[in-house]
């Protein structure tokens, strides 16, 4: 009998049995299929969706569709997606745009997907892209958590990843953590890291970028000696010990302090504060701390017993504009000048473009428009008043003057109180505080002469408001008189209130003068009404009498003491001899404070409701029992839990040395700010320089620049060069235009002509005639002699409506606000300054005396001796051969005439010529006015 399979095995043919078979296979590994797909969706569904990243993925969704019509500008509909609280509360509608956890009941969803024009948002523009709107609504689905964007966040410490897999590759080339961060960034980016850079342009790029100018030539010597790691380490100490290291460092503060010589606006009249320079040049020398640094420019008036460069650290405030134009509001100007310094306080030190808020709550950051006022309280009560003479100052004493100010203040020490002998130093040396007779009002023949100085014409009056006279009985004033003769007269709260006093006129001849008088103790707060009458005055419309501040005080203490004349003689002797003077910042006494009210949209006649001074609460929290003054603000910018405040500086040094910040836009590390490039770089850097290096810049310098990311060569494979145009992942080192100082002072120095005389007054170097056009004052550009027209371009006189024109060419701002960052520029006149400004005709002129006197006999050895002055190193010899055959070029051509700024000396008029041109050629190769 058969086995039946075997009989059925027998009645098929092969083929046939074989396909069944397949078919039953193919069955099989579907239904496993099946049950592989079914258990993947188990897993999906079990396993927890990504989680958005509000910062990284939300927030840059909103800022490009969003906000604009619901953000701090605008709220249509009553919603607003800037702050938390406003996105999920209640709309206009009464129905909240948001439901944490339920997207598909959003009302925010169902507009982005409506297909109706009149509802679907973005209103009238493209519609968001279907990513775009997933990941909104998985992030309203996941509960639509609210971040702290990522610079707001205090720094924290981060200690570099652990060695990458490259292993001898890598360490071999490091050599401080910097390159740890740097290298695993590049490596990700699939970047080939450059080799060191030769000895010539590592030591020149070092030079120019720790001192701003070219090697010393014996630090040079030292270093070519010995190559080695020590000698390396001593070259860099070298250059960070260099007097010409804090002129470099202060050039780049002098933008961020909108520094300046004269005032700007329309007048732009001059203003004496290069003290505050000297004071930024000293500062870097000493490595003061940077937290001190900036204490002392905010608020050093505030400080204990401040000395006289506290003091004038505070002209860094002091370099706002001051309308000097007739027919201006000077409190609108005042106003002004205190918005500029908030302004300038949040982009210099913090960051971030505050000004914005002024207006409106920020279009795109946590701050809400009232958070401009209360910090704006911090400046509101400072004392200036836009004065023409930019009051107060610091008058400066010298010789004789010194030796009475240290009399006067040893005498007052021993025969007064402590509390008088601040006040009446401070007097001396400042003139404050004293009421500006700009503040007067209800002029009745009077006025403000040119809206700075009340002026008094015959049988006129106006009125001070609210003096304090409490414990008052001496009125000091600074006043001229236009004609001898003259009263007058001083009375309590109307034109005919009691008479406080009557004043007989001295003649001054239309000079000032400062005098006094002796009243009554006076009590209580009074308005004071002035009134002035002179029967010699016959002309109506003529001035008799002018003032310029007044000074209520008591009478000078001491009286019966010994010395008590003599003391009280050198009191008079200081008031009123002429001084330097110098803008600084001074607190207003109690009875002069102002209040501070939020302007509505920013305008400064729309007052409010009134404030205190106060910080944004996204920031650290305001120091416990800190003075809620300009003290207390720059322990709270300075405070380790402030994020911003290290984390700009050390992004501004990176910048400074790389050529742009690891932040790019310096001025914005807010959301609309570009990324940095290296976060955690970043908050390494800022943590040490708090914590390790205590706030000293030059250990932060000496650290970045002793690393190999800092050291490489510049050079970069055409591979590498496509993946990273603009290096920002530093897989070789910088190569960047040199900024106009640094073009113009390499050009001195390799002439000969260049002076290094430090400090002082701003000189004129040679400038075309009728650049300048001054209004008014008729002031004229006078070319400074000798050494004088020679010195650093830092000391080059700053006109804010008319800089230098050469600088301006190579990107150095006007000054007229704060310049967080200098734009690199290429253009055909950077050239035309470099080939035909007088400077560099002049300097190319002595270069070629240099190489045609000290380097040889031979035509290619004075072209060799000249490369190796300009860039350290042998000139390679097609460039060498290029520049002979320009020589012969030259060399044809007929001798030039009329040749201005030609030295003295000129041992073959011929030859002297063809070097000229060689040597302005060479003063405009690219690897000259490039760093590397």
């Known amino acids: 009998m058969l086995n039946p399979f075997q009989a059925t095995t027998l009645q098929f043919p092969n083929y046939l049995y074989f396909a069944i078979m397949k078919k039953l296979w193919s069955s099989k590994m579907l239904v496993i299929a099946l049950l592989l797909a079914f258990s993947g969706a188990l897993v999906w569904l079990v396993l927890p969706e990504e989680e958005i990243d509000y910062n990284t993925q939300v927030k840059p969704i909103i800022n490009a569709h969003c906000i604009s019509c619901h953000g701090g500008v605008k709220k249509n509909g009553g919603f607003s997606m800037l702050f938390e609280n406003e996105a999920k509360g209640k709309t206009d509608s009464d129905v909240p745009a948001i439901l944490p956890g339920h997207a598909d009941q959003s009302e925010m969803i169902r507009r982005l997907q409506s297909h109706d024009p009149e509802e679907r948002m973005p209103y009238e523009k493209a519609p968001l892209s279907n990513d775009e709107i997933d990941i909104l609504k998985k992030w309203i689905g996941q509960g639509a ?11 924290e410490k981060v200690d570099p990843s652990e060695e990458p897999s490259a292993g001898n590759e890598f360490n071999s080339w490091k050599k401080n953590e910097i390159d740890y961060f740097i290298y695993n960034k590049g490596k990700g980016q699939k970047l080939t890291f450059s080799k060191p850079a030769t000895l010539p342009k590592l030591a020149r790029r070092l030079s120019l970028d720790l001192i701003g100018l070219p090697p010393p030539t014996e630090l040079y010597k030292k270093l070519a000696q010995n190559p080695s790691k020590e000698g390396w380490d001593e070259y860099i100490t070298g250059l960070l010990s260099s007097p010409h290291y804090g002129e470099k460092w202060a050039g780049m503060w002098m933008d ?11 007048r732009d009249d001059s203003r004496t504060i290069w003290k505050y320079r000297d004071w930024l040049i000293h500062a870097f020398n000493e490595d003061k701390p940077y937290d001190q640094f900036l204490i002392e420019q905010l608020a050093g008036d505030l400080l204990p017993d401040p000395s006289d460069d506290q003091l004038i650290a505070t002209a860094f405030h002091r370099n706002t504009m001051t309308n000097d134009e007739g027919g201006t509001d000077n409190e609108e100007f005042r106003v002004a000048a205190v918005l500029d310094r908030v302004n300038t306080t949040w982009e210099v030190i913090m960051g971030t473009t505050f000004s914005c808020v002024q207006c409106h709550s920020h279009p795109y950051d946590p701050f809400k428009h009232e958070d401009y006022y209360k910090f704006m309280a911090f400046f509101n009560n400072s004392r200036d008043e836009d004065t023409y003479d930019d009051y107060p100052v610091l008058r400066l004493f010298e010789g004789q003057d010194s030796i009475r100010m240290a009399e006067l203040k040893t005498w007052l020490s021993q025969n007064a109180a402590k509390a008088e002998e601040e006040e009446i130093s401070r007097f001396v040396k400042t003139w404050q505080p004293s009421i500006n007779s700009l503040t007067s009002t209800d002029f009745v023949n009077s006025e403000l002469s040119d809206t700075k100085w009340l002026v008094f014409r015959n049988n006129g009056s106006s009125r001070l408001k609210h003096v304090d006279l409490n414990g008052k009985n001496v009125l000091i004033y600074r006043y001229r008189s236009f004609l001898p003769g003259g009263v007058w007269k001083i009375h309590l709260d109307s034109i005919n209130g009691f008479l406080l006093k009557e004043i007989k006129v001295k003649d001054t001849n239309g000079r000032w003068k400062i005098d006094e008088f002796t009243f009554q ?6 308005d004071l ?6 029967p010699n005055l016959d002309n109506p419309a003529s001035n008799g009498l002018m003032f310029d501040w007044f000074h209520f005080t008591e009478q000078f203490p001491g009286n019966g003491n010994a010395g008590y004349q003599e003391a009280k003689d050198n009191f008079w002797k200081l008031l009123n001899v002429s001084t330097l003077q110098t803008p600084i910042m001074l607190e207003n006494p109690s009875d002069m404070s102002r209040e501070t009210r939020v302007f509505e949209r920013g305008n400064w006649m729309a007052g409010t409701e009134r404030v205190n001074p106060g910080v944004p609460a996204v920031m650290n929290p305001f120091p416990e029992g800190m003075e809620t003054n300009r003290i207390g603000l720059a322990k709270w910018i300075v405070d380790q839990r402030n994020p911003l405040t290290a984390r700009t500086y050390v992004n501004r040094i990176w910048e400074q040395l790389f050529g742009h910040g690891i932040v790019e836009t310096l001025e914005d590390f807010g959301s609309q700010g570009i990324l940095p490039t290296h976060q955690a770089l970043l908050d390494h850097l800022s943590w040490k320089f708090m914590h390790d290096f205590h706030w000293s810049t030059k250990a932060l310098i000496n650290y970045i620049v002793t690393s190999a990311t800092y050291q490489q060569s510049s050079f970069c494979n055409p591979e590498d060069l496509q993946k990273d145009p603009q290096n920002r992942y530093y897989a070789r080192g910088p190569r960047i235009r040199l900024t106009a100082e640094q073009i113009r002072d390499q050009a001195l120095v390799a002439s000969g002509l260049f002076s290094p005389k430090m400090y002082g007054p701003s000189v004129m170097p040679y400038q075309p005639e009728r650049i300048w056009n001054s209004p008014y004052n008729g002031l004229k550009w006078v070319k400074s002699d000798g050494e004088n027209q020679y010195r650093r371009a830092m000391y080059t006189y700053w006109k804010r409506t008319s800089p230098y024109p050469s600088m301006v060419l190579f990107d150095v701002m006007a000054r007229e606000v704060c310049s967080a960052r200098r734009i690199s520029t290429n253009t055909p006149l950077q050239a035309l300054v470099t080939l035909n400004d007088s400077v560099y005709v002049e300097a190319s002129m002595h270069f070629a005396l240099r190489m045609a006197e000290e380097g040889g006999g031979k035509v290619s050895d004075q ?7 300009l860039m350290y190193e042998d000139i390679p010899e097609e460039k060498l051969q290029i520049l002979l055959r320009l020589y012969e070029n030259i060399s044809k051509e007929p001798l ?15 030859h002297l010529q063809s070097m000229y041109i060689l040597a302005n050629t060479m003063m405009n190769m690219d690897e000259f006015i490039m760093k590397n």
């Open 145 to 155: 958590k609210w971040d702290t964007h990522w610079a707001y966040l205090p720094v």
């Open 256 to 266: 961020l302090a909108r520094y300046s010589d004269t005032k700007g606006y329309e």
């Open 521 to 526: 103790n006076g009590t209580e707060v009074h």
């Open 529 to 534: 009404y002035l009134t002035y009458y002179n």
């Open 863 to 869: 072209i060799r001796y000249g490369y190796r002055l």
């Open 896 to 910: 030039m005439k009329n040749v201005s700024n030609k030295p003295d000396q000129s041992p073959d008029e011929k």
